[in-house]
């Protein structure tokens, strides 16, 4: 099994460490080089694992992405793939493998409203996500399908916000200015998982590759008035980046917890959506991957700091020492070297798997 993924910035760690040295996998990575931050950067980049490739793309998240789905369709490479014992999987939310287990985080989430008495059984809740890829809200989605009393779904983009702009018009348009933002994980136009929502609220197959044709050839499509009729549940918005400094220090100021960008992104959001029922915001990111956001956004001088005293900085404000896998990633050496085109990713995958 050869797991091929690109990476916006959420997913790799996680997937690098969890097939590390499994038997009957190669993992192949490959993340925008300027698109995630400098820590997330370094936790790819000192992954340890003999099955294991971290490849740096001169290009966005994307464009990655798009090649990568060419190779899965690539039916001469997936020829070569069968006769060497190979197939490719993925470890990201083009993967519904990826989502299925998310289901779990809201039914949990609303179990511990219950057992705090915050609500009574059947009462509902509303969840807000931040999302570039479209996953783990998908996922909030088939939990409410599946009986959870969720009121609304609340998408929160950044200034990426091609999400928000379709849920208002119908419209989905990735022709427009890519924005590299201080939540890189959502730096994304391409929602690979938007496709998904479109056949439950269709339930015509062509009617979504036409959409997906429209998006690929034209750049845009427009949806049909019944059709977001039908995702009357979702809300969704945006946050500036000026915006997300200002939440991070807010909520600091308020009550002593730190967000990262991304869960900051969310928090303003679902502000703007207040019905008064109780509110469950994903927080998706650990706030160390992105010390020097927060810590401008608490008005820190920067001008001296290196990664390692921002993380120091930022576990003082915390109130706890840096975690082991933070520390792993700061003070272990770079394994993987290798940074190429866009045009490159191809040769790349076969040069790894020696083909």
Sequence with gaps: MVILTVTSGDTRKAALDGFSNVPGTRIIFFYPKDGVSEFQERQMLTQSGHNVSVIAVEGNFDEAQNEVKNLFVDEKLKKELTENNLIFSSANSINIGRLIPQIVYYIHTYGKLLNDKRIQAGDFMNVTIPTGNFGNILAAYYAQQMGLPIKKLIVASNENNVLSDFFHSGIYNRKREFIR??????????????????????????????????????????????????????????????????????????????????????????????????????????????????????????????????????????????????????????????SIPISKMKQAVLEKLNL
């Design 181 to 338: 933002t201080h939540s890189p994980s959502m730096d994304i136009l391409v929602s690979s998982n938007l496709e998904r929502l479109l056949y439950h609220l269709s339930n015509n197959t062509d009617t979504v590759k036409n959409y997906m044709t429209a998006l690929s050839n034209d750049g845009f499509y427009e949806v049909t008035a019944e059709i977001i009729a039908k995702a009357k549940d979702f809300y969704a918005d945006f946050a500036s980046e000026i915006d997300v400094l200002q939440e991070i220090k807010r909520v600091f100021d308020e009550t002593g917890y730190l967000l990262d960008p991304h869960t900051a992104v969310a928090s303003i959001v679902a502000e703007k959506h207040n019905d008064h029922l109780p509110m469950i915001i994903a927080a998706t990111a650990s706030l160390y991957k992105f010390p020097k956001t927060v810590l401008t956004a608490l008005d820190v001088d920067l001008k001296s700091s290196t990664l390692e005293s921002a993380l120091l900085h930022l576990a003082k404000l915390n109130k706890q020492t840096l975690p082991l896998s933070v520390e792993k990633a700061l003070y272990d050496d770079f394994l993987h070297h290798t």
